[in-house]
């Protein structure tokens, strides 16, 4: 609502509206699955501050911010749990984070990551298809089901 002179009668939905897109569900989709493999393969613990993490408070942290619409965002290597503390009050928490991933997975790979976001003409040239994210929601959510199955 409007204050002041131009009082106007605006309503504003209290929730925001999801995409009816195809492409644009079957990536909420695909996130869903892999946010959900991290959690289990991270054991719900958020890997810069070690803390447990349970419901609303695990959250698939990004290493590299700002690739919602490249692959890059859902490569599991660039997503990992992380308490809503670390992920979005300290924005990820990077330098932990980067400690993390060089621990886990080496030097090389969070160069890659970093030589990833800084050649962004080679990532925005390969932008998700409808089929891509299908794919990764298939396999992700295939991966969930064997887990939930143990």
């Not at 803390?51 to 990004?62: F, I, L, S």
């Not at 030097?107 to 990833?116: A, E, G, I, N, Q």
Request: net charge positive.
């Amino acid at each position: 609502m409007a204050t002041g002179r131009g009082k106007r009668n605006v309503r504003k939905s209290p929730l925001r509206r999801k995409s009816k897109n195809p492409k644009a569900v079957m990536k909420h989709r695909a996130w869903a699955e892999l946010r959900q493999f991290v959690l289990i393969r991270d054991n719900w613990t958020c890997v810069t501050c070690g803390k447990k993490v349970e419901g609303m408070d695990a959250q698939g942290g990004h290493y590299i911010h700002g690739v919602t619409n490249t692959k890059l965002w859902l490569d599991p290597l660039n997503v990992h749990c992380q308490c809503k503390m670390c992920n979005l009050y300290l924005s990820g928490n990077l330098a932990k984070y980067t400690l993390y991933l060089e621990d886990k997975y080496g030097r090389k790979t969070v160069d890659r990551l970093l030589k990833l976001k800084e050649d962004r003409k080679k990532l925005d040239a390969d932008r998700p298809t409808l089929e891509w994210y299908e794919s990764v929601f298939k396999k992700y959510k295939k991966l969930n089901s064997r887990c939930s199955l143990n």
